[in-house]
């Protein structure tokens, strides 16, 4: 059985940071990415990472404060968020796919976790 698990969501304050954990069981996966959902708002991409580690992918909204890295030994993929804003509120999504397609996209991802809530105070 495949799982997608995140942890590390929780209520902080504006520009103060959080690290988000998303351990994979089950399967490997090429691609891993982040997206989020803000109340009322539609899922969208964060940031993603290929399998080596080498090739990184952002939002621009996130540029320069959160970091996307993976562990493939322990198969957890990891995003540290600093300077966090209030506009960062959303429930935050770990997925995983085998890659060769749009990483930024939805549809390119096969497995999704259950989200973990980050709320940002201003």
């Known amino acids: 059985q495949v799982q997608l698990v995140e942890s590390g969501g929780g209520l902080v304050q504006a520009g103060d940071s959080l690290r988000l954990s998303c351990v994979a069981s089950?399967?490997?996966?090429?691609?891993m990415g982040w997206f989020r959902q803000a109340p009322g708002k539609e899922r969208e991409f964060v940031a993603a990472?290929?399998?080596?580690?080498?090739?990184?992918y952002y939002t621009d909204s996130v540029k320069g404060r959160f970091t996307i890295s993976r562990d493939n030994a322990k198969t957890t993929v990891y995003l540290q968020m600093n300077t966090l804003k209030p506009e960062d509120t959303a429930v935050y999504y770990c997925?995983?796919?085998?890659?060769?397609?749009?990483?930024?996209?939805?549809?390119?991802?096969?497995?999704w976790g259950q989200g973990t809530r980050v709320t940002v105070s201003s």
């Open positions: 089950g399967r490997t996966f090429y691609a």
């Open positions: 990472i290929t399998w080596s580690g080498s090739n990184t």
């Open positions: 997925a995983g796919g085998p890659g060769g397609r749009s990483i930024n996209l939805l549809g390119s991802y096969d497995y």
